[in-house]
């Protein structure tokens, strides 16, 4: 029998302590262990993006990622990105915006926007179409959310 | 879907790494990015009693150029290539290809050593090898060897790794300067494996090829090396006439697996537009 092992990560800049097989996903510790139900569950196979969190500095896909894979780690979720009660420009733009509909795979759009405008404050159009091709949206046809990234980047360029 | 239990394990060394491999022996399985085997262990088509991470080993990381030669890190990322300044300068047929692997979030994770240990026929990493003729350092209990990409893949899921073995380090020599690359992949959306793909590099002397490679993705139950296009080519200019007949010798040899990306004949055709397209983009950057 496979033998549990303890966990420990930075989780939205606090430390946390787990107990789990090797087998368990990272998106299943998240929801059911730490009660962090922004990253959803959607496809299961890597490829819906909808619980994309991000991992030391890369957007990762918490269905494809062992728990017993990020002790040490600093993660960060949906949850993470309003700070003192405001929310990120990112989540705020999304609002304006109207780029959620459903708003099943807003978590995991916006956290890899996050990771998107970390990397590249300025994104084209195309680049941001390509840098959310590994999330999946079933309701807006996706051009909403490129204009809420968009007005997100520019609002944080001008802070 | 969740995978059968396992144990863990994670070395920091690869001394470490290959000494767990002995001593577990064929119930473990090395995990790399996790992007291939995770998805098959959640599906019960793989169930290992032992998973071996390298993910802690910092010696399997980085790109660096020694002499005329680049040497990645078995672990590094596919994300890593693509933002690679010494690679864009170096080895642009590389960036190029990363690009067409997966999706953001999969590169992040996916890396170049996993990639290739897989032995996929639809994985990118193994036609760029072959077209960049690099080599492959296997770690094992004797010590290291080194082995030539051309003739590492040996079929479905099977190449030259040995059960005992760590893909540690890819060499790649810097292909010579004014050499035409690249990476002509189709698929239906991004995410997908290639429907077909081809990878080429090419050298001109004045209007004649003086030296091409040609490999082909997802084209047969192994990555496969065009060399019957190769030599019909070699001192040949490139026009209309001999890029029909280079397509159709890679098309002779393909043997695609029909499946929901189209049947046998589609793929085949697929194949040989996508040598075509890339041996004319390759054609159009070389300089000489």
């Known amino acids: 029998m496979a033998t549990a092992k303890k966990v420990s990560f930075k989780l939205n800049g606090k430390p946390v302590e787990v107990t789990v097989e090797p087998r368990e996903l990272l998106i299943h510790t998240l929801r059911e262990k730490l009660a962090h139900t922004g990253p959803h569950i959607g496809c299961e196979t890597s490829h819906c993006g909808a619980c994309t969190v991000d991992l030391n500095e890369m957007s990762v896909k918490a269905c494809t990622v062992l728990t017993v894979q990020c002790d040490g780690a600093e993660m960060t979720t949906v949850e993470g990105m309003e700070q003192g009660g405001a929310l990120h420009a990112l989540q705020q733009a999304f609002h304006e915006e109207h780029g959620l509909q459903c708003g099943y795979c807003t978590p995991g759009m916006i956290t890899r926007a996050y990771r998107l405008l970390k990397e590249n404050p300025n994104p084209s159009e195309q680049d941001i179409r390509s840098g959310i091709s590994g999330n999946l949206c079933r309701c807006t046809g996706y051009q909403n959310i490129v204009k809420a990234v968009q007005s997100a980047a520019k609002k944080l360029a001008a802070a | ?288």
């Open chain 2, 1 to 288: 879907m969740i995978p059968a239990g396992f144990d863990y394990h994670a070395p920091r060394s690869v001394a470490d790494a290959v000494k767990l491999l002995g001593e577990l022996g064929p119930e473990a399985k090395l995990l790399a990015g996790g992007h291939s085997l995770l998805p098959m262990m959640k599906l019960r088509f793989a169930e290992p009693g032992h998973l071996v991470d390298l993910g802690r080993i910092a010696e399997l990381r980085g790109i660096s150029q020694s002499g005329n030669e680049i040497r990645i890190g078995a672990m590094t990322t596919e994300h890593e290539l693509l933002n690679s300044k010494l690679l864009a300068e170096k080895v642009p047929l590389l960036v190029e290809g990363a690009g067409w692997i997966a999706d953001p979030q999969v590169r992040y994770k996916g890396t170049i050593g996993g990639d290739i240990s897989h032995g996929d026929p639809a994985n990118d990493q193994p036609a760029l090898m072959i077209a960049l003729d690099a080599s492959f350092v296997l770690a094992g209990p004797k010590g290291e060897r080194v082995v030539k990409a051309d003739g590492y893949f040996l079929g479905l899921y099977s190449t030259q790794l040995a059960e005992d073995e760590i893909l540690t380090q890819i060499r790649i020599p810097v292909p010579p300067a004014g050499s035409g690359w690249s990476y002509h992949k189709l698929k239906r959306k991004t995410g997908d494996f290639a429907t077909a793909a081809t990878a080429v590099m090419l050298q001109m002397k004045g209007k004649q090829v003086a030296k091409v490679a040609i490999a082909l993705t997802n084209a047969g139950p192994t990555v496969l090396k065009a060399r019957d296009a190769e030599a019909y080519l070699t001192g040949k200019a490139i026009d209309d006439a001999s890029l029909n007949e280079a397509a159709r010798l890679a098309m002779s040899i393909c043997q695609p697996t029909p499946d929901q990306r189209g049947d046998e004949e589609y793929k085949r055709a697929m194949c040989g537009e996508m040598t075509r397209r890339a041996l004319q983009a390759a054609h159009a950057r070389a300089k000489g």
